[in-house]
């Protein structure tokens, strides 16, 4: 019976995790100059690239050679910027395409 009672419990504490997990905000996003600012401030980072995502999505990649961080940060047009990726080891390359190469 004690089983059956934890069992129960365990089933319900999952349900009302479940529950708020799915009206959660996402803690990721915030209005772009907060974010531009924090990755400057707290990593140095400084953008380095830029591109037009899909539905009109910035697509714009952060990085530092201070510390080797980087961040890819995607700002919708309603002005919300999220943050996509993040890692450590940046290097920034600038391969020339080779015409015939094997792919």
């Known amino acids: ?3 059956f009672l934890f069992a ?3 089933g319900f504490g999952v349900i009302i995790m479940m529950a708020q997990h799915g009206n959660a905000e996402p803690t990721n996003c915030a209005a772009r100059g907060k974010v531009v600012q924090s ?3 707290q990593y ?3 953008r380095r690239s830029i591109g037009l995502g899909q539905n009109n999505g910035v697509v714009e990649l952060f990085a530092s050679d201070n510390t080797g961080t ?3 940060l995607v700002t919708l047009p309603n002005g919300m910027s999220c ?3 993040a890692g ?3 290097e920034f390359t600038s391969d020339a395409l080779q015409r015939g190469a094997p792919t």
């Open 1 to 3: 019976m004690q089983k």
């Open 83 to 85: 943050l996509m990726a």
């Open 88 to 90: 450590d080891a940046f």
């Open 39 to 41: 990755l400057n401030d």
């Open 8 to 10: 129960l419990s365990l």
């Open 44 to 46: 140095g980072e400084t």
């Open 70 to 72: 980087w961040t890819i």
